[in-house]
């Protein structure tokens, strides 16, 4: 947990109060059942377990639904947002989908996983293994 240094006076006297500094997230927890996935859209300190505790749910998506539902209160994710939680990647895209602005500078682009092919070997197929013939067996003599 991280701390803020507070200076206080109190008459003559200075103190430094140390108050713990909580690193809040806006992201997505998953809920329902087995094959009807929806998520809600809760802040969260970002070391707290994504199935348990959480500040304040936000909103929620629903992702069986055809069209996917989704359904926030932007007032309170701005506030969440003016007082230092950050979104996610993913919960930054959808509210950005929704209209939200300034959600670019919470997005991260995705890195690509795939391997890129040589040049060398664009025309031939690369799961082709090249088959020699094995030299013939000597014939036996009776």
Do not use: C
């Amino acid at each position: 947990m991280h701390f803020v240094a507070l200076h206080a006076r109190l008459g003559h006297a200075s103190f430094i109060l140390l108050i713990p500094y909580l690193l809040l997230r806006i992201r997505l927890t998953r809920t329902g059942k087995t094959r009807q996935i929806s998520y809600r859209i809760a802040v969260a300190e970002h070391t707290a377990p994504i199935q348990s505790k959480f500040v304040e749910i936000v909103g929620h998506y629903n992702v069986s639904r055809n069209p996917r539902e989704l359904v926030v209160d932007q007032d309170r994710v701005t506030y969440w947002i003016a007082h230092g939680a950050q979104p996610t990647s993913t919960v930054a895209s959808l509210f950005k989908k929704m209209g939200m602005k300034d959600m670019d500078s919470f997005i991260i682009a995705r890195k690509s996983t795939k391997k890129k092919k040589k040049e060398g070997t664009a025309g031939a197929e690369p799961s082709a293994a090249k088959v020699t013939e094995a030299p013939a067996a000597p014939a036996e003599a009776k």
